[in-house]
């Protein structure tokens, strides 16, 4: 099952970068955002007063607080530069490949932050998947030209606003149902995106197909899928494993890309792959063998496994 969840997480999140792409054609970053979040704001909301009334018992008004927060660093923040790169001209791979240091730096930080322990087999992972990164994104961006320098550098406030979002979730002692982080991460992207398309003339929405083609690819796979994955598995799983899977995402869209926008694709991207493909596997499995090794110890079992006691 968390093989399973681990994939479509994957395919999921890659999405967003494909549908980012995608809408980037029609209208700016800021309208794209904009009707993604608007709509879905609107059906969580319903979901949540009608369906999902009981999720919200016993939270306080910090606890919604601190989720409003996560989301303005984990949507709102993240996707507004992936969207800006990508409309500045950035591939959808290249993109994605600069966000594959986002692990590193969660893994770095894991320690010190969750006390979480990182054995040396996951640092090994962690650092084979960063060099497969930097495979595929010294080879992805040879092959673009026309692009400004520091368009390649928006990425990277992204990747830190994520990674932040991570650590302040791990760091909360309330367990936040995924109906309620949802209703509340959406609720906030749809208020500051919506400001900032109407301060900046950009609320209209284009009449092309394409743009409401993508808003739909965005909404189903990127956020209900893709980012609803993130948190649930994070809460299962910690945060070394669910940011490990993070390093699939620039392979996985480069292929993508590759195949609906003709990116460039070639053996060093695919040496990239390969190399991210066996990162996840090492991680996976010192992860499993440490749980297996301390099961019977109560105290480190909870060590291994920071999100879901201090979430």
């Avoid at 059906?43 to 989301?71: E, Y």
């Avoid at 893994?107 to 087999?121: E, H, T």
């Avoid at 105290?299 to 496994?305: I, L, P, Q, S, V």
Wanted: proline share 4%.
């Amino acid at each position: 099952m968390n093989l399973l969840l681990s994939i479509v997480f994957v395919l999921c999140w890659s999405s967003g970068f494909i549908g980012a792409k995608l809408g980037a054609g029609s209208a700016s970053a800021v309208t794209i955002l904009m009707w993604r979040f608007l709509p879905l704001t609107i059906i969580l909301i319903v979901v949540a007063v009608t369906v999902a009334r009981a999720s919200w018992r016993g939270l306080t008004l910090r606890d919604v607080a601190r989720q409003a927060m996560i989301g303005m660093l984990s949507q709102s923040g993240y996707l507004l530069t992936v969207y800006y790169a990508i409309q500045l001209g950035v591939s959808s791979g290249t993109t994605a490949l600069i966000d594959g240091v986002q692990p590193l730096v969660a893994g770095a930080l894991a320690g010190p932050l969750l006390r979480q322990y990182v054995s040396r087999k996951q640092w090994l992972g962690l650092s084979l998947g960063v060099s497969g990164v930097a495979i595929v994104t010294t080879a992805d961006a040879a092959a673009r030209t026309g692009v400004a320098w520091w368009a390649y550098l928006v990425p990277f406030l992204g990747m830190f606003s994520l990674v932040a979002a991570t650590f302040l979730e791990g760091r909360s002692r309330t367990r936040v149902a995924p109906a309620v982080s949802m209703t509340v991460h959406s609720t906030t992207s749809a208020i500051i995106f919506t400001a900032l398309a109407v301060s900046t003339g950009a609320a209209k929405p284009p009449a092309e197909l394409s743009f409401w083609a993508a808003v739909s690819w965005l909404v189903a796979f990127s956020t209900l899928g893709g980012y609803g994955l993130y948190w649930l598995i994070l809460r299962r799983s910690g945060v070394t494993k669910v940011n490990t899977l993070m390093f699939l995402m620039a392979p996985v869209t480069a292929v993508w890309g590759a195949l609906m926008f003709g990116e460039p694709f070639g053996p060093q991207t695919a040496l990239g792959l390969t190399i991210g493909l066996a990162a996840v596997v090492i991680v996976h499995r010192a992860d499993t063998s440490s749980t297996t090794v301390h099961a019977g110890n109560a105290d480190t079992a909870e060590t291994t496994r920071p999100a879901e006691r201090c979430a």
